[in-house]
């Protein structure tokens, strides 16, 4: 929201002793957040008002003509290609040697003929965007005075950041601005100049249908309005704050909003009898000011004339009840509508107005009378023979009162780590215009209007007042004492940063963050379709994920450009049967050939994972997934008995569309069961004095079969002497596959004997018999 | 004398450095220490020495012998037997194959360890929420304007993307009551646009702290501090009026800018201050909803932009990289 410095200094007693350029960093840490501020009537000087005496065609140019204007000093002769030029048009003149826009107004000839100067447009001004023609001054101008000095060009305009505003409805007008400063700076607020009422006939026929919708509806019925033409100092502010300049009544609908932050309507007064405000019949049509036919439901709150729509309320009016130029009465609308309705017609209508945007706020209901005495005051100065056509008509079912809080002194004190004297507190809170009274443990206060609406309703939002004022940067920072407890950590967070940091630095893992839904191009780039729970509103990437493989797998389809190895991971959230679970994903993606290694690295991480960080030994085994993985290399990882996590590849299809070349194995654990498991205590074992044997025997399978078989059968066969077995190596051969396992065999308590040694060979190879093997004998 | 010795010892190890044979062993080791070398010499001039002189010398003369010997026969020994003959290039770079973690891992564990050291817990929760934890429990009713400012992710399952890490504010309160100190880094989502400085997936950081007598004064302290560990300089802090439901009073908490110590710079757009995380008293209604009582207990709550904080530290200027998976990006980061 814009802000004119003009505009405040009118509602500031001894506002010559303000600063106006650099009040605002105090504004910023005691109110709002200032964005920006811009001085106005710097891009020009030696500007002077002056009347053109006498205007000739020029002999040799349509459009230009040669001027006499008097700036009261002397005469000079301009040329001029404006074509409002007239005799006895007051206008703006710059004088040689005057500057505008970093240019040096000199003597120049234009079409052969000298110019001794310039006439101004509002746009070369910088007061407005018409640059149809030059500036037309009021007739009553005195002549050869800086423009400055008659005209509020010159301005300090302050861009105020509306998100710092939601909760103060009270600081959407320039008096509410004004009231701040007055407070921060110690100077007095000056009370509006209202005009009086007074009409001794009907009121106007208004009639509230939903009162729990619009709280209060003030109307007033304006005559002989003749003049229709907005002052220059009001057009001046209207375009600094961004508006544009109408005509008398409407411009001043909008400064009142602009100046107490109460939305106004005026409508002619030729269309409107009877005035009902009430609900919309779901679809019904209306076209509103902008011209834009809208779709209405029975949420939204309408006004209307003989049960005709005329405006929608708080937001827009309709076309056919805009001011006409030609009309000389209006009905005066200052209303309090419910701000949550309004918001929500602004945002199903798609149109959020000057209105709306200070209706969502919560407006004070007693505005409106004010805004309509001020209405009608500055109107009285440009139209002194204006008449009422009605009463003030005030429709206003429930009266909010001010409402009282209790601030216990006690509160205060622990909010603040000191003891504020009862004088300064009230002195602060009176400066709100809040009224206090100091009792022995509290203050009693009562919350003015503009700011109980929902700002200020309980003793904390009281102790925030007082703390603004006061100045944060006046408080000490003081250390928390607590008790000195001791602190259980959840382990969520420290064990997924120490996986991590594992997987980073011993496998060369490199961290990726996903979104939480699919990308759709991406499934259907891979031919794979989810439903799961989705986003609403969406179209696209609107389904949210259930594999965080996928995720990975997206990121390693944009990597394989440049990378040809590498190793991603995540601990990130999926979505199953509607609950949140969360996944450690990691992702090995090397050339199509070292499949082999790459599913035997993953093996060896999960085991390492599982062994070094939470010391458990998983086991795996067959298990199945979505049919788009590879079905035939999908292994569970077993702990505990519990399948915790897979190791997998994607089948066939979906890895050649990602890449011919490249393949992918993704190990997935559920990172919930992995933070369920306990730290096993590291079982250790007394390093045997006396030495070991190794034995290796190569067992001949068949060449299709799997090591696991063997294992499984081997897992049968038991010794008091084993130490320990483990896979050698495997040789394959046409038709058989040859597996080399070591036996480490020995006692902690002795040395084996030759005789020892001998029985569990003869027991292992009778094992092997029993169970149909055969070994390759040396 | 001394001099003399020192000298012989220098030539005897320069020369030793020649020693490739047994003969060239043999003969330094004659020339040196054999009967005819300087050494005997002086070693033979003994007998005719004060007792004082022998004290001193003899020892000296056996000592410097030994090491000569060892000296040789070290040389000799390395010569025939030989360094085995290097095949590899000492002088090629190292394997720079590594992992990393990402940036905001990296931010987020700075922040938990600080505020680990004041005795917070570091807490995590769930990124599909619900309106109640999201918004009622934070006082943000239904139809409160104040969800227009998030703009929020609805499912069709009546649920939602969290908009915040507030709502664990509310589910740590229900948990572990009153005291507590915790902080909540975690994943959090607004339907925006995506540009250079907007993203829809974000991450923040929750700290909360409520006990008995819990005063802004602290908020000040805490903050300031928390800040002068992560940029490992003194910032200055400064509190504004902020306005967020769950808080009251609400503060907007701008600190000095780190790139130009709040002289003005294009960073903090000229003002010296950088608006970096919402804070304030945790409002009296919060707490209530979550069981905790508001006469009791006063709290204070901060939300602090983890992805943000990670654009400051890398002086990352396009918040976009941090999703996209690019390990041209990601690879430039470390483990911490």
């Known amino acids: 929201m814009k802000i004119s410095c003009n505009i405040l200094k009118k509602h500031i007693k001894n506002s010559d002793k303000i600063d106006f350029l650099n009040i605002w960093d105090k504004f910023t840490i005691r109110s709002a957040e200032v964005e920006g501020i811009e001085i106005k009537g710097q891009n020009f000087d030696n500007v002077v008002t002056a009347k053109i005496i006498e205007c000739e065609k020029h002999p040799k140019s349509e459009k230009l003509s040669i001027l006499k204007v008097d700036t009261g000093e002397e005469v000079l002769q301009i040329v001029c290609g404006a074509p409002n030029v007239r005799v006895g048009l007051i206008g703006a003149l710059i004088k040689i040697g005057g500057h505008i826009d970093d240019i040096t107004i000199s003597k120049r000839p234009l079409v052969g003929i000298d110019s001794y100067g310039m006439m101004c447009s509002g746009k070369e001004l910088g007061i407005s965007d018409d640059h149809s023609g030059i500036i037309e001054l009021p007739e009553d101008t005195p002549i050869g005075i800086d423009i400055k000095k008659i005209l509020p060009i010159e301005d300090i305009i302050v861009e105020i950041d509306n998100k710092s505003l939601t909760h103060r409805p009270d600081l959407w007008g320039h008096y509410g601005i004004a009231r701040e400063i007055a407070a921060i700076t110690g100077t007095e607020l000056l009370p509006l100049e209202l005009a009086d009422v007074n009409y001794d006939g009907k009121e106007l026929n208004v009639t509230i249908e939903n009162p729990d919708l619009c709280y209060r509806y003030t109307s007033l019925k304006i005559d002989n309005i003749k003049n229709s033409k907005t002052p220059l100092w009001m057009q001046i502010f209207l375009y600094y704050a961004g508006m544009k300049s109408i005509n008398l009544t409407v411009d001043l609908t909008n400064y009142i909003m602009l100046e107490l932050g109460q939305p106004m309507h005026a409508f002619d007064s030729r269309k409107v009898n009877n005035i009902e405000i009430g609900l919309a019949k779901a679809g019904d049509k209306y076209t509103t000011l902008d011209g834009i036919e809208r779709t209405l439901t029975d949420h939204d709150l309408m006004i209307k004339n003989d049960s005709k729509y005329i405006a929608i309320a708080g937001i827009m009016g309709g076309l056919d009840s805009e001011i006409i130029d030609d009309t000389d009465s209006i009905i005066l609308e200052s209303a309090c509508f419910e701000a949550s309705t309004v918001r929500k017609t602004a945002i199903s209508q798609g149109l959020r107005t000057e209105a709306s945007t200070r209706y969502e706020k919560s407006l004070d209901p007693n505005l409106t009378i004010i805004a309509s005495k001020r209405f009608l005051r500055l109107l009285k100065d440009e139209n002194p023979d204006l008449t009422l056509g009605s009463a003030l008509t005030d429709v206003y079912p429930n009266e909010f009162k001010e409402k009282e809080v209790i601030l216990n002194k006690s509160l205060l004190y622990r909010y603040f780590d000191f003891e504020l004297e009862d004088e300064a507190v009230k002195h602060i809170l009176e400066s709100l215009e809040f009224k206090v009274e100091i009792k022995k443990d509290y203050f009693k206060v009562i919350v003015p209007t503009f700011r109980a609406t929902k700002d200020v309703t309980i003793a904390a939002d009281l102790i925030e007042e007082i703390g603004r004022i006061y100045g944060y940067e006046n408080f000490v920072p003081k250390p928390v004492k607590m008790d000195l407890n001791f602190v259980k950590q959840e382990p969520a967070y420290d064990e997924g940063y120490i996986v991590k940091n594992y997987l980073a630095t011993k496998y060369n893992c490199h961290e990726v963050h996903t979104y939480l839904w699919n990308k759709t191009s991406f499934l259907k780039e891979i031919n794979i379709t989810k439903d799961n729970v989705k986003l609403l509103g969406k179209s696209e990437d609107n389904i949210l994920r259930d594999d965080l493989n996928l995720s990975l797998l997206e990121v390693a389809f944009n990597n394989i450009k440049y990378y040809d190895e590498f190793n991603i991971m995540e601990i990130g959230t999926i979505i199953k049967d509607n609950e949140n679970h969360k996944m450690l994903s990691i992702l090995l993606c090397g050339p199509q050939k070292d499949l082999k290694n790459l599913y035997n690295k993953a093996k060896e991480m999960t085991v390492n994972i599982l062994r070094n960080l939470k010391n458990k030994t998983p086991i795996f085994d067959f298990g199945s997934s979505e049919t788009y993985y590879n079905q035939d290399l999908i292994q569970d990882i077993i702990v505990d008995n519990n399948i915790i996590g897979q190791i997998k590849t994607f089948n066939k299809n979906v890895n050649n569309k990602i890449s011919k070349k490249h393949t992918f194995v993704v190990l997935e654990i559920d990172f919930e069961k992995y933070l369920n498991f306990d730290l096993d205590k590291t079982n250790y074992q007394e390093i045997s004095k006396y030495p070991s044997t190794e034995l290796d025997y190569t067992i001949i399978m068949k060449r299709g079969e799997y090591y696991d078989k063997l294992s499984k059968i081997l897992d049968e066969f038991t010794s008091p002497i084993i130490i320990n077995r483990k896979l050698v190596d495997i040789y394959l051969e046409e038709k058989t596959k040859k597996i080399t396992i070591r036996y480490i065999v020995g006692s902690k308590e002795k040395t084996l004997t030759s005789e020892e040694l001998q029985n569990f060979k003869d027991e292992f190879i009778k094992f092997l018999i029993k169970n149909e093997l055969n070994i390759v004998k040396e | ?336």
């Open chain 2, 1 to 336: 004398m001394k001099e003399e010795l020192k000298n012989l010892v220098e030539m005897a190890t320069e020369e030793a450095k020649s020693i490739k044979t047994e003969n060239d062993y043999l003969n330094i080791k004659s020339k040196y220490l054999g009967k005819k070398s300087k050494l005997s010499e002086y070693m033979s001039s003994l007998k005719d020495m004060t007792v004082e002189d022998k004290k001193k010398y003899g020892p000296l003369f056996n000592k410097i012998k030994n090491d000569l010997e060892a000296l040789f026969t070290n040389y000799y020994e390395n010569a025939i037997n030989g360094e085995e003959k290097i095949t590899f290039d000492p002088t090629i770079p190292a394997d720079e194959k590594n992992g990393s973690l990402h940036p905001v891992t990296i931010v987020a564990k700075e922040i938990t360890d600080i505020l680990k050291n004041i005795g917070f817990m570091v807490l995590e929760g769930p990124e599909m929420e619900s309106d109640y934890y999201n918004f009622v429990a934070l006082n943000v009713p239904k139809n409160h304007p104040a969800r227009d400012m998030q703009d929020t992710y609805w499912l069709d399952n009546g649920a939602l993307l969290r908009t915040h890490t507030s709502p664990v504010q509310a589910r740590a309160m229900e948990k572990y009551g009153a005291p507590i100190k915790m902080c909540v880094p975690g994943r959090v989502f607004r339907n925006e646009d995506l540009d250079a400085s907007h993203e829809n997936t974000f991450f923040q950081l929750e700290g909360m702290v409520i006990d008995k007598n819990i005063s802004i004064s602290n908020v000040i302290y805490v903050m300031k501090g928390m800040l002068r560990e992560v940029f490992k300089q003194d910032v200055e802090v400064r509190l504004r009026p902020g306005f967020f439901p769950f808080v009251e009073p609400g503060f907007e908490l701008d600190c000095s800018c780190t790139i130009c110590n709040g002289k003005g710079c294009p960073t903090c757009k000229n003002s010296g201050w950088i608006e970096l995380c919402p804070c304030g008293m945790v409002h009296p209604e919060v707490l209530k909803m979550s069981g905790v009582d508001p006469e009791e207990y006063t709290g204070f709550a901060f939300g602090l932009g983890l992805t943000r904080m990670a654009m400051m530290k890398y002086k990352i200027s396009d918040i976009r990289g941090f999703n996209s998976g690019d390990l041209r990006f990601l690879d430039q980061f470390n483990v911490r």
